[in-house]
Antibody, heavy 117, light 110 residues
Framework: EVQLVESGGGLVQPGGSLRLSCAASGFTFSSSWMHWVRQAPGKGLVWVSRTSSDLTTINYADSVKGRFTISRDNAKNTLYLQMNNLGAEDTAVYYC??????????WGQGTLVTVSS | QSALTQPPSVSGSPGQSVTISCTGT?????????VSWYQQPPGTAPKVMIY???NRPSGVPDRFSGSKSGNTASLTISGLQAEDEADYYCSSLTSINTYVFGSGTKVNVL
C-alpha cells in the first residue's frame, strides 16, 4: 500500500524558513516523480513544485520560484521542500503527491504551515 | 497561472446525474489530454477519480466519467450517491511544464 507521510509543518514568523519532509513507502520511490501541492484554509488546491526521480527535472509555480527548493533523498525514501522568506500567503496545508502519468496518483494527509507573527 | 474555472457548486438528488465543467485556455486544457479530476471530502486528502480526460483508476466506480471539448473538460457523476458529496477539483498540465488546478466545485447531494 502506498503511504506518504508529511512532517515539518508548524508556526513560523514572516520572513522565516521551514523544511517539510515526506516519507514514502509501499512503492519504488527512487523511480517516481513527486509533487508538492498546497491548500490554504478554506481554499482550493494549488500546485507548488515537482521533481523527476533523479532531480534532473524540477519545476516550480511562479509564486514560490526563488524561495522554495524541492529535493529528495532516494536512499531515505524521502521528499523535501525547503521554504524560505515565508509570507502570510504561504499559510496552507502542504501535501506531497506521487506522480502518475501527468496526474497525482497518491496523496499524503498533509502538514499545516502557518505564517504569522 | 490562473486557476481553471469551475462552478462553485452543483446539486442533485440521489440517483440523478450532475456535471461539473472545468474551463481553461489553449495553453492548458485545450492543448493536452492531461486533465485529471480529484475528489476531496471535508478534512481529507484529495483522491484521483479521473486521469487523461476519461480514464478511471482501479477502484473508482464507473458512475464517474470524464470528457473534453476544446478548452473545457467535464466530470459527470451518474447515479448520484450520498457518499459523492465532496469538493471536486480538475487539474491540467500546462504549456510551461507546470500544473494548474481548478477553483473547485462542491457537490451537494440533496
Amino acid at each position: 500500500e502506498v503511504q506518504l507521510v508529511e512532517s515539518g509543518g508548524g508556526l513560523v514568523q514572516p520572513g522565516g524558513s521551514l523544511r517539510l519532509s515526506c516519507a514514502a513507502s509501499g512503492f519504488t520511490f527512487s523511480s517516481s516523480w513527486m509533487h508538492w501541492v498546497r491548500q490554504a484554509p478554506g481554499k482550493g488546491l494549488v500546485w507548488v513544485s515537482r521533481t523527476s526521480s533523479d532531480l534532473t527535472t524540477i519545476n516550480y509555480a511562479d509564486s514560490v520560484k526563488g524561495r522554495f527548493t524541492i529535493s529528495r533523498d532516494n536512499a531515505k525514501n524521502t521528499l523535501y521542500l525547503q521554504m524560505n522568506n515565508l509570507g502570510a500567503e504561504d499559510t496552507a496545508v502542504y501535501y506531497c503527491a506521487r506522480a502518475g502519468n501527468y496526474y497525482f496518483s497518491s496523496w499524503g494527509q498533509g502538514t499545516l504551515v502557518t505564517v504569522s507573527s | 497561472q490562473s486557476a481553471l474555472t469551475q462552478p462553485p457548486s452543483v446539486s442533485g438528488s440521489p440517483g440523478q446525474s450532475v456535471t461539473i465543467s472545468c474551463t481553461g485556455t489553449s495553453s492548458d486544457v485545450g492543448s493536452y489530454n492531461r486533465v485529471s479530476w480529484y475528489q476531496q471530502p471535508p478534512g481529507t486528502a484529495p483522491k484521483v477519480m479521473i486521469y487523461d480526460v476519461n480514464n478511471r483508476p482501479s477502484g473508482v466506480p464507473d458512475r464517474f466519467s470524464g470528457s473534453k471539448s476544446g478548452n473545457t473538460a467535464s466530470l459527470t457523476i451518474s447515479g448520484l450517491q450520498a457518499e459523492d458529496e465532496a469538493d471536486y477539483y480538475c487539474s491540467s498540465l500546462t504549456s510551461i511544464n507546470t500544473y494548474v488546478f481548478g477553483s473547485g466545485t462542491k457537490v451537494n447531494v440533496l
